[in-house]
């Protein structure tokens, strides 16, 4: 399974010239509480966030990758 890597996400708002949850709200159309949840890794996005967030902060398809699809490491494996 797979989680967000929020610290690489924040990194991703601050090179963008993103300072908070509410901006990176507005750039990309996605609702503040979710946006929120998000950042502090209550959820795991929709595809549909994942791409507004990655259109809103300019970031490349590898990049989103490592950030939307960092593994968990707190699951077992079999």
Known sequence: MYEVDTKELKIAMVE???KNITELSKASGVNRN????VI???IYPSSMVMARFVA????G???AGR???KQK???SVS
Request: charged share 20%; no cysteine.
């Open 61 to 63: 398809a590898e990049r």
């Open 56 to 59: 809103a902060l300019g970031i």
């Open 40 to 42: 502090s890794g209550e």
């Open 73 to 75: 490491l707190t699951e």
């Open 16 to 18: 963008a010239g993103i």
């Open 67 to 69: 950030i939307f699809f």
């Open 34 to 37: 979710t946006t929120a949840e």
